[in-house]
């Protein structure tokens, strides 16, 4: 039996206060552990993702990265991500953080990046195209009617339903059990109130039935509505129940591939150790 201490945050992201926002454990590690532990360790912090890091000994990115929910683990999180970049760039002594900005690479999302900006944190992911896409089965599960969108690429699959407007999208009360069945992320939108969007998300198959808030939904809402709005930038509203707000931008790479540029905030809730024995 091997006892092991692990540096351990608790964060809430795309939130200015705490209780907001969508909750993440950001974990460095020194080497991966068995995949059924790291799902243990997720399944254990009860939150909509964990986040694992160590430094990147292939020189592609400044960290390694992956992200689990209590059941499985995802091929891309826009919030732990975030609140990872957040721990690294405000923490003194937490790994090799040099400058303003942390790259990662992942599994299957390629090098994502965190960077300090004057309103928090900009968070770069790739996009996720959609197209539209008869699913009268998401539909019935979801317990209403609109335009259904479904992705064509990306690291993610997704489903986003284009619904009239934002009471519609607060409305929702979706048959959790029936929406299981499918493996998505099902991402209700509309134009906003008080935001230029607004959105609910759900992934019950992954082990979250409704996510607070989801940077990896906006990677997909970004491109969508930004052709609908006809500009490259727009406010964010997810009216979970504890809410988030983020502006979502389309930018482009040194390489020229089209690119999800998101900005929020991060509020440190516990510092401590998370005590292993395996």
Do not use: K
């Amino acid at each position: 039996m091997m006892q092991l201490s692990l540096p351990y945050w608790h964060v809430d992201a795309f939130a200015d206060r705490i209780f907001a926002g969508n909750q993440a454990a950001v974990i460095p590690l020194e080497e991966w552990l068995p995949d059924a532990v790291l799902t243990a360790i997720a399944a254990e912090n009860m939150f909509a993702e964990t986040a694992f890091l160590l430094p990147d000994a292939s020189g592609a990115a400044d960290y390694e990265l992956r992200w689990f929910t209590p059941t499985v683990e995802v091929a891309m999180c826009g919030h732990a991500t975030l609140a990872s970049g957040h721990v690294l760039l405000s923490q003194e002594g937490v790994g090799s953080a040099v400058g303003d900005t942390i790259t990662f690479r992942t599994r299957q999302a390629g090098v994502l990046s965190v960077a300090r900006a004057a309103e928090g944190y900009e968070l770069v992911l790739p996009t996720t195209p959609v197209a539209p896409r008869d699913d009268p089965a998401l539909l019935a599960s979801l317990g209403t009617q609109g335009a259904v969108f479904r992705s064509t690429g990306g690291a993610e699959d997704v489903a986003i339903v284009l619904l009239e407007d934002e009471a519609a999208v607060r409305a929702l009360a979706p048959d959790m059990r029936a929406l299981a069945a499918t493996e998505l992320l099902a991402i209700c939108t509309a134009p906003g109130a008080r935001t230029d969007v607004v959105s609910r998300v759900f992934a019950p198959a992954w082990g979250i039935d409704e996510d607070p808030v989801t940077g990896s939904a906006h990677a997909a809402l970004a491109p969508f509505w930004a052709e609908r709005l006809g500009r490259a930038t727009f406010t964010a509203h997810q009216a979970s129940a504890r809410g988030g707000d983020l502006t979502c931008r389309l930018a482009s790479d040194s390489e020229g591939r089209e690119r999800t540029v998101l900005t929020g905030r991060c509020i440190t809730v516990v510092e401590g150790r998370f005590f292993l024995e395996i």
